[in-house]
């Protein structure tokens, strides 16, 4: 079993908190636990989150396009991450993420038209949407299950951590302000 799945019709989803966090470096993986706590992540992303894929797809619109293309962003709404299982030399099992899907469904946004899905069997994603921003994409204006994901234009994994760390910080001060107001201001400064 993959260590990074949605299905829309599961009844306990698995902790995607842990899972996102078992596809990061070692050394990233406490900072984002940390920051996450308390924090639900899965498949119906916190105000804070879903913003970003908004931000980003009214984005795209003034971007220069290829001729014979259209731009979009994608959202992957189903899919499997396969894990390399390696044994170590003094005997003990690994597993770790690859940057390989299977079973992938994602779904296409372009401004001004429906939204649809397309599946692939197997999907290389060089780069995760940690921040719930969407994949930037190209897409044939003759076929439109043709769609070449541009990695180059996401911001790296470390980025979109420390963009999605920002946000969640940012939301939790808001909810502690707005449930104990005046406490976070700080003491020497001005009344408002």
Do not use: C, N
């Not at 469904?105 to 060089?126: A, F, K, M, N, Q």
């Not at 940690?130 to 003759?142: E, K, M, Q, T």
């Not at 043709?146 to 946000?167: C, H, K, N, P, Y």
Request: a negative charge.
């Amino acid at each position: 079993m993959g260590i990074f799945k949605r299905d829309k019709g599961r009844k306990q989803p698995p902790d995607y908190r842990a899972l996102q966090a078992a596809a990061l470096p070692e050394w990233m993986r406490q900072t984002y636990l940390a920051g996450t706590e308390g924090v639900h992540i899965g498949p119906t992303a916190p105000p804070a989150t879903q913003d970003r894929f908004a931000e980003t797809l009214a984005g795209i619109a003034g971007r220069p396009t290829p001729p014979g293309r259209i731009r979009g962003l994608a959202r992957m709404t189903s899919g499997e991450q396969v894990v390399d299982v390696q044994m170590t030399p003094d005997g003990h099992r690994t597993e770790h993420g690859s940057k390989v899907f299977r079973d992938v469904t994602l779904e296409i946004h372009v401004p001004g038209r429906e939204v649809y899905e397309i599946s692939r069997r197997r999907l290389r994603l060089d780069r995760l949407d940690v921040a719930h921003a969407g994949y930037p994409v190209l897409i044939s204006a003759d076929d439109p299950d043709a769609v070449e994901i541009l990695f180059d234009e996401m911001e790296t994994t470390g980025t979109s951590m420390l963009q999605r760390a920002g946000d969640v910080i940012a939301a939790r001060l808001a909810e502690i302000e707005s449930e104990v107001p005046g406490l976070l201001r700080d003491p020497g400064a001005p009344e408002r």
